[in-house]
């Protein structure tokens, strides 16, 4: 019996019909394990992945498969987006076994969920020199029944091993000037000069990492980071990974030019990577920066955006193509003689050379993905009816599936860009979104003792805990929205959730644990220090512990930012490219971060112009002076009845001014 059907996942719900017995991860298949005496097969992946649906086509949906996984196995099935604990447990068990991992995640079990065999994905034959699922099956098999002893020696000692690998704060005191020019360097050692970004194929966006650079250069003027965030950033923007038609960044890019990506449009990313181009604009004033930030926010809200006001994890990389076949990229894809049928003759070839689309393809079949090669002048008028028109032919195609689940780390982060993208656009509809997303948050995943739920869908929320990057991203939103809109509220609701975080997440000596003290327990509590394609819980915690502190002048929080910042001291210079937030957090801490309290009113020129100070992490707070709501405005009245900005730093206060002009350059960053 299938037993996926009455769950909330997306991804598990795609598993429902299949013939496997599948169950969800819970105590329940673990004792019928025990019961039937027989391994766990855990496969783990997530709705947008390509290869996942890939291997449920040749194996999952195969009946021989699912007969010979039925008798021998308790098949259990985890979203790892839902259960980012148990993905990241045995991910560290296959890493260190293979050397490499990712999704579909295959990994063999005892019942008592220790891990003995590992992979990832398994074709339904052998090829590549990897063996065939089927063997592989035979083979854990073969070992259960034969070498049970064997089996459990294996499991015990990577049980051990990954026992070994708790981390203590991860340095000596605080990150310095010294660790921070360290990480600099190592990023410029390993920059791709010719076609921007960093490292080889495949390459993925480096949005922690360029917001780090922005603030370092901010800090520092050093013209070399900014140099590297706005090369790479324009040419992420001219590149295939973002949609020229209409707005947002796929997962990645398959080649180290940023020609081809892998198709799947994660939340994540595209939030990320709003805030990131918004910096970038407030750093440089670059009109492209400014387009792709709104029309990525442009995008969050018309793909994204639930019907309860949150948004979506992700969309699919696959969609139906013109023989009715599920293709990755068809959606998105062109061929000459189809910029014909939509736009004739003459547009066509002025469309094939704006967008880079040739006779041979860049992409399979002569198709190509749309580009933006050319960086000399450009009929701007008619590129703009070419997008259009081709964008309302794309419509009519088959769409890419949405994955409606509603991730409260990815949400927070969506509430802080668009909260952002907003304020500095003038574009109070995105603040509006934003605000709604962080209702959604407070209503459905905080409860009534502010113990986050790590997901939610079409307004019934999960059964599974939040993880520490839940608490950090959304507290990181939170106080983006307070910043914005001068509603203290939102500052109130980011103190719940970080008091959490001190009593349940902090362990000796200010380490940090991806798990509540009081959640379910694994083979070991994760932790990790490092990010993935989103900011580390560790340090997204930090940097959202220091700006809390910076707001309400709370101690314990300072302390607890500062000593989990001590693994940025020892990784920093190491791998930087693994630990962006954590060294743009670093950067703000070195800054101050700086305290800025606009007495006078939200929204005006004054708040405005702090909204867009460029010192790395500052704080803004801005209202009237006579409420609680923040403890920055307090006693600070506007002089002479106009509206006055007070800003400190580091214990000392500047002195205050009603004048824009004085504002923006006490907020410019470089040491000022």
């Not at 259009?388 to 509603?406: F, I, S, T, W, Y």
């Amino acid at each position: 019996m299938n037993r996926l059907a009455g769950t909330t996942s997306p991804y598990l719900l795609q598993h429902a019909e299949n013939p496997v017995d599948w169950w969800p991860w819970g105590p329940d298949a673990f004792e019928e394990a025990r019961r039937r005496d027989v391994p766990v097969l855990l496969s783990v992946g997530y709705s947008a992945c390509h290869w996942c649906h890939v291997m449920a086509h040749e194996s999952f949906e195969d009946e021989a498969v699912a007969a010979y996984l039925n008798e021998h196995f308790v098949p259990v099935k985890v979203d790892r987006e839902e259960r980012p604990d148990v993905d990241a447990v045995y991910m560290e068990a296959v890493q260190a076994a293979t050397g490499q991992g990712g999704w579909p995640m295959t990994v063999f079990l005892t019942a008592d969920a220790e891990p003995f065999y590992f992979g990832t994905y398994f074709p339904p034959e052998s090829r590549h020199g990897l063996p065939s699922f089927r063997q592989v099956l035979e083979g854990v098999v073969a070992a259960w029944t034969d070498r049970r002893d064997e089996v459990g020696e294996v499991a015990g000692r990577i049980v051990h091993d990954l026992s070994q690998r708790s981390l203590a704060h991860g340095g000596e005191g605080l990150p310095a000037e010294s660790e921070l020019a360290q990480a600099l360097l190592g990023l410029t050692r390993e920059y791709d000069e010719k076609n921007r970004g960093f490292g080889g194929a495949p390459k993925f966006p480096p949005s922690m990492v360029i917001e780090f650079l922005l603030r370092h250069h901010a800090r520092t003027g050093a013209d070399g980071a900014l140099q590297m965030a706005a090369d790479t950033c324009e040419a992420m923007a001219r590149g295939g990974m973002y949609d020229q038609l209409g707005g947002g960044f796929a997962r990645y890019s398959v080649d180290r030019e940023w020609v081809v990506p892998h198709f799947e449009k994660m939340l994540y990313d595209n939030a990320l990577l709003c805030r990131v181009y918004a910096h970038l604009w407030r750093s440089t004033g670059s009109e492209l920066a400014r387009r792709v930030a709104l029309e990525t926010a442009d995008f969050m809200v018309r793909e994204l955006r639930t019907a309860e006001g949150g948004f979506a994890s992700a969309l699919d990389a696959d969609s139906e193509d013109a023989q009715g076949k599920h293709v990755e990229g068809a959606y998105y894809v062109w061929t000459p003689a189809q910029l014909r049928e939509v736009l004739g003759e003459d547009d066509a070839a002025f469309a094939a050379e704006h967008f880079g689309v040739t006779e041979e393809g860049t992409f399979e079949e002569g198709s190509s993905v749309l580009q933006l090669p050319l960086t000399g002048p450009v009929d701007e008028a008619r590129a703009a009816d070419v997008r259009a028109r081709l964008l309302a032919a794309r419509e009519l195609r088959p769409r890419p599936g949405r994955d409606d689940k509603v991730v409260a780390a990815w949400n927070g982060l969506a509430v802080a860009a668009l909260a952002e993208a907003g304020a500095y656009f003038d574009r109070p509809d995105l603040v509006e979104r934003a605000t709604e997303a962080a209702d959604l948050l407070v209503r459905l995943h905080m409860g009534p003792v502010a113990r986050l739920v790590r997901t939610s869908k079409d307004g019934r929320a999960g059964e599974h805990a939040g993880v520490l990057e839940d608490y950090g991203d959304v507290a990181e939103g939170f106080l983006a929205l307070a910043a914005v809109t001068g509603e203290g509220v939102w500052l109130e609701f980011a103190g719940f959730l970080l008091d959490i975080v001190l009593e349940h997440f902090t362990g000796e000596g200010g380490q940090l644990y991806d798990t509540a003290d009081d959640a379910e327990k694994l083979i070991r509590r994760p932790q990790d220090p490092t990010d993935s394609a989103t900011p580390a819980g560790w340090t997204a915690a930090a940097g959202a512990l220091l700006s809390y502190a910076a707001y309400t002048g709370s101690e314990p929080h300072r302390t607890a930012a500062e000593q989990a910042l001590g693994v940025v001291k020892a990784l920093g210079p190491k791998a930087p490219r693994f630990i962006g937030w954590g060294l743009a957090v670093a950067e703000a801490l070195l800054d101050g971060p700086r305290e800025v309290a606009v007495a006078g009113p939200v929204g005006g020129e004054l708040h405005r112009t702090a909204l867009l100070g460029r010192a790395p992490g500052a704080v803004v707070a801005a209202g009237e002076t006579s409420g609680s709501e923040f403890p920055l405005l307090a006693g600070r009245p506007m002089l002479g009845g106009a509206p006055t900005a007070y800003v400190c730093r580091h214990f000392v206060c500047a002195a205050p001014t009603t004048d824009p002009e004085v504002l923006a350059e006490a907020l410019r960053g470089g040491g000022s």
